[in-house]
C-alpha cells in the first residue's frame, strides 16, 4: 500500500532512486550529528539517510505518510517524528548543530527557506528540491531578474550553489513545473551581528517596489537624515550586492 498524494499537501513523490541517492549525497555530513528531513513522503530520501551514522528527525504533516514510515522503515517510530517545519524552535536538539534536507512542498517554499535563516546559528547547511525558479533565485547575482529579497537574504547568511535540475517526469504524480536542487552552507556575512532586523526590513522594502530607486522605495522606513544623499539612494534594490546592503544597513544604524 502506498500513500494517496494529497495536493493541498504539495505532495508529488519523486520516483527515481538514482536522484534519490544523488540529493542526499549533497550533504557533507561533517560538523553535525543531527539531520531533519522536511516531508518525507514515502521515504524515497530518508531510506539512505537512515544509512548514515546521524540522528535523523523527520517533519512531516501528513498522517498517513507517518504511519507508512513507520511500517516500513525499522528504524523509524513515533520518536522520529517533530510535527510541523515551519513550526520547529529546533529546541530539541539542546543547541546542537542540525542540517537539514528534503524535497520540499512547493506551497510554502520562501517559508521554509525563511525558517532556516531565523534559525542559522543551528543550521550549518541545506541540501533541497525547490520549484527550479525558487531554487534559481537562491543563487541569483544582481542585476538579473531572479535577484530579490529571498537572494539577498539567503546569501548574507549561507553559500549557494545550485547542484541539478531535476524533470516532472520523475514524479507521481508530475509536477506543472521542473524542479531544482540546491546546497547552501553557512557563512555570516561579516557586519550583519546586531543589525539583522533593520537589514531584513531594508532588503524587503528595497524589492517590494523594485522598480523605484531605494529615495522612493525606502521612504516608509524613516530615512536617517545622513543617508539622504547616500549614493545608493540613486539606485534601484537589484543593483546593489549582498555586501552593500550590509555595509548600507550598518551606516543606517550608526546615523539613527
Ligand atoms: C514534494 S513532497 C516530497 C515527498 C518525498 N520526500 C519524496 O521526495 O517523494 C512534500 C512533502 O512535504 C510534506 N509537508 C507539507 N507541508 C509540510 C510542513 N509544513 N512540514 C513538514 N512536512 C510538510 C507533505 O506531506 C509531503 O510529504
Redesign the pocket.
Known sequence: MSVKA?KH??????TDENI?RKIVEGLSFEGYRNIM??????G??TKYLLEKDQNIYL????KE?IEYLKNNYDKVSEETFVG???KQDFQFTNGEQIAII?????N?SSQILFQIIDHYELIPEMVGMFQKEVAERTAAVPRTKDYGILSVLIQAYYDTSYLFTVHENVFNPPPKVKSGVIRITRNPKEGLAGNEVLFKQIVKAGFNQRRKKLSNALKILNIPEALKTHEFMDKRAEELSVADFISFTQLWKNNQ
Open positions: 494529497k499537501l504539495g505532495q508529488h513523490f519523486l534519490a528531513e522536511v516531508g518525507p513522503g514515502m524515497v530520501l517533519a512531516e504533516i501528513d505518510s510541523d517545519f515551519l528534503g524535497n520540499f512542498p512547493y510554502i
